[in-house]
C-alpha cells in the first residue's frame, strides 16, 4: 500500500478490523448512528493517534450516519 492510500502508516489489516467492528455495531448490536461516530471517534484519536482539529468529530458523526443510512441496504445482502 502507498502511502497515499495510507498516509497514517496503518495497513489493510487494521483498517479492516476497525470496519468489522462498525459493521457488527451496526448491523448485529443495533448501535446508534451516535454510538458508531463515538467508536470512529475513539478509533482515530486513541488507536490511529490522529488530533481532533474541530472537524474529526463532525467527520465521524457524519460517516456514522451515512453508515446508519445504509443498514436497510445491508441487510439485503
Known sequence: MDDAADP?????NEY???AN???VMLMDKGATASEIAGYLFTVATDHMGLT???RLAERSDQVAKL????RPEFNTH
Open 16 to 18: 479492516d478490523a476497525y
Open 8 to 12: 497514517i502508516g496503518l495497513y489493510g
Open 52 to 54: 481532533d482539529c474541530g
Open 21 to 23: 467492528r462498525a459493521y
Open 67 to 70: 453508515l446508519f443510512s445504509l
